[in-house]
């Protein structure tokens, strides 16, 4: 079955960083998709960015691109997200997904609403 858990959240100050990683086990298809979503309170989820194991093609939600960099290791099974520039309104609990197959469209809600799994999520809190 299927498995993701997440680490590497905590406490930083603002403008401080981080690097979130989510291992994967489980995995029964050559071709899927790795995305990293969070929640804030009185927040709906956000996809954060996502990345496919194939090509690599990315995707980055307009609120942290150039501040977060989403990568992976195939021969691991795991993906990462350095989180750059933080602010207070990067806190949340991050969750990292998975999609098997290809996703021709990288920000499309429905997709991984529909076919996504997903670990039980990473705190992150920007505070001084």
């Known amino acids: 079955q299927l498995q993701l858990v997440e680490s590497g959240g905590g406490l930083v100050q603002p403008g401080g960083s981080l690097r979130l990683s989510c291992a994967i086990s489980?995995?029964?298809?050559?071709?899927?998709?790795m995305g990293w979503f969070r929640q804030a309170p009185g927040k709906e989820r956000e996809e954060v960015s996502a990345?496919?194991?194939?090509?690599?093609?990315?995707y980055y939600a307009d609120s942290v691109k150039g501040r977060f960099t989403i990568t992976r290791d195939n021969a691991k099974n795991m993906v990462h997200l350095q989180l750059n520039s933080l602010n207070s309104e990067d806190t949340a609990v991050y969750y990292c997904?998975?999609?098997?197959?290809?996703?021709?469209?990288?920000?499309?809600?429905?997709?991984?609403?529909?076919?996504?799994?997903w670990g039980q999520g990473t705190q992150v809190t920007v505070s001084s």
């Open positions: 489980g995995l029964g298809s050559n071709y899927y998709t």
């Open positions: 990345i496919r194991n194939s090509d690599g093609s990315t």
């Open positions: 997904a998975v999609v098997p197959g290809v996703m021709r469209t990288l920000s499309d809600p429905g997709l991984w609403t529909s076919f996504g799994s």
